[in-house]
């Protein structure tokens, strides 16, 4: 092996005395070069220690082989396992995957979307930012024909493929849930209703579960987070036990803002469940060590990024335009845990 150099197909040609046009239809096996010359040239290649520059080869083909992931933040467990389920997907069929985060900034998406774009991807998978309401800087990629998923955040108008769970029908359950086990009074944290999209469905499903059951919307109830943290919750938490009286229930919208209510009841003396029912959202790893343990709605983070990969990579594969349509998963669950259970307790 030669050191210290970056071998290409006209060291190869060099060294067999052939055409650099012989060593390029050699190396992807094309029908017109002969078995035996395919196997000297594959072994000098290995030999010599050359590595196929895809990059080149993708930008002349338009094909980096690529897809572009752009997401709020890696931190967060749910979006964590979504990148898994790409990844997983995106390696089997020989892709690569490029990280890119918004941090839940308008401005951030936009620059990283270029960024993407000059990149050349091959494909885009998008969870939107808390602040995006204009998602004209997506057109640069659907009027260039590179295929784009929006998956969990995604927009209420933008004609493209769309991975989901219903959250209406999730938030709903939630509601149910803690009506089921005699909740009467249930606050609700939400978030990031600009989105016109997961939370404010979350929470059309909340209120319509109270309207079915004959329960009061008390608008002291529901308080609007500005980012789904725990320092947010922490804060929305206390305004919520400073009511006399407290809700006897809380569907929080992220597992993260519900264990904020959980401690926040904990250092005020509030029992979970006795005196206040709690449910989360997303069955994220903390859910199953907080004590008590957290009821939470499951969210199919690593079954949703696969099959946004497998979209990116079928629409590439297909000669024609499929009809874009949204995947709408509806097998999330209620995980009944200590922290909403009081019919256990009776």
Known sequence: MEENKHITIYDIARRLNLATSTISRALKDHPTISSKTIKLVKKTADEMGFVPNTLAAGLRGNNTKTIGVLIPTVTQPFLSSLISGIEIAAQKAGYTVMIMQSHDSYLEEVNMAKSLYSNRVSGVICSLAMETSDTSHFHQFSNNNIPLVFVDRVPRDYSTFRVVIDNYASGYKATKHLIDQGCVR?????????????????????????????????????????????????????????????????????????????????????????????????????????????????????????????????????????????????????????????????
């Open 186 to 346: 249930i606050a609700h944290l939400t978030a990031g209703l600009e989105l016109g999209n997961i939370y404010s469905e979350r929470k059309r499903g909340y209120i319509q579960a109270l309207k079915d059951h004959n329960l009061p919307i008390i608008d002291e109830l529901i308080i609007n987070l500005k980012e789904v943290t725990y320092g947010d919750g922490l804060r929305a938490s206390n305004l919520l036990f400073d009511l006399d009286p407290i809700p006897d229930g809380l569907f929080a919208p992220g597992d993260i803002i519900a264990v904020s209510a959980l401690q926040t009841a904990k250092k005020r003396g509030v029992k979970v469940p006795e005196e206040i029912a709690i449910i989360g959202f997303n069955n994220d790893p903390i859910s199953e060590i907080i004590d008590p343990n957290l009821s939470t709605i499951t969210h199919p983070a690593e079954k949703m990024g696969k099959a946004s990969a497998e979209i990116i990579i079928k629409n590439l594969k297909s000669s024609k335009n499929d009809e874009v349509k949204e995947i709408t998963f509806l097998n999330t669950e209620v995980l009944v845990r200590e922290s909403s259970n009081k019919k256990k307790l009776s």
